[in-house]
């Protein structure tokens, strides 16, 4: 099956900095490559996705990119506000079985004023 | 258009009980999705559902789970007996079909502790 990592665990950055959030894949036949952000006490939420048939996709302040050849993926946040501060899971469809997504073990961001 | 309810929010129980959470997906969805995520961790499928059939249950411990979806639409996953291991969130997703490219709409979860 998928298995996809993600990095880093831990983010911190100070608002109006940028922040990065990368994830790679195993499963070549992947095809499609959503983004969750997940608040406490709440469910995941999905804020971007792309499809493996396009590079770069762009969202506001939000925008992911995606390397086929090399299997990973990366979602960027531009100009962070407090209240982007949550925890972000990277996601890959599963080519096999019920196409359902695995998810990456998240990404505590953490902006500070 | 009403999100993915569940219920209860919240559950504690001791070990060896048993216990059910309930799943109301979007309406018109046909796929349903139950995933555990343990504190730290990314959420993990337990079972999926297109309409009233098991599509994938690989990682669902049968010895104690169980889940079942009989006419299509709301969902039930039973723990029997409940270990303290499985102590989580239990997250149910719908979508709008099997393998189509949209992302799940998640519930607010049911935060389980086995004590």
């Known amino acids: 099956g998928e298995n996809v990592e993600q990095h880093p665990s831990t983010l911190s950055v100070q608002e109006g900095d940028s922040a990065v959030i990368k994830c790679t894949y195993s499963d070549s036949a992947s095809n499609y490559f959503p983004w969750y952000k997940q608040e406490l006490g709440k469910g995941p939420q999905l804020i971007i996705d792309?499809?493996?048939?396009?590079g770069e996709k762009k969202d506001q302040r939000i925008a992911v990119t995606l390397n086929k050849t090399a299997k990973h993926f990366s979602l960027h946040i531009t100009e962070t506000q407090p209240e982007d501060s949550a925890v972000y899971f990277c996601a890959a469809r599963d080519s096999n079985s019920g196409y359902a997504l695995n998810f990456g073990k998240g990404t505590s961001l953490l902006v500070t004023p | 258009e009403a999100g993915v309810a569940q219920s209860p929010r919240y559950k504690i129980i001791e070990k060896r009980q048993s216990v059910a959470f309930w799943c109301n997906p979007i309406?018109?969805?046909?796929?349903l999705y139950w995933y555990q995520q343990i504190l730290g961790q990314g959420p993990k499928l337990l079972i999926q559902f297109q309409n009233n059939g098991v599509v994938d249950d690989s990682q669902l411990p049968k010895d104690r789970f169980s889940a079942e979806r009989l006419k299509g639409v709301d969902s039930t996953l039973k723990i029997q007996p409940a270990k303290l291991e499985d102590s989580a969130v239990y997250l149910c997703a719908s979508s709008l079909d099997f393998g189509s490219n949209y992302g799940y709409t998640f519930g607010s979860g049911t935060r389980l502790t086995v004590v």
């Open positions: 792309i499809r493996s048939n396009v």
């Open positions: 309406s018109g969805h046909a796929t």
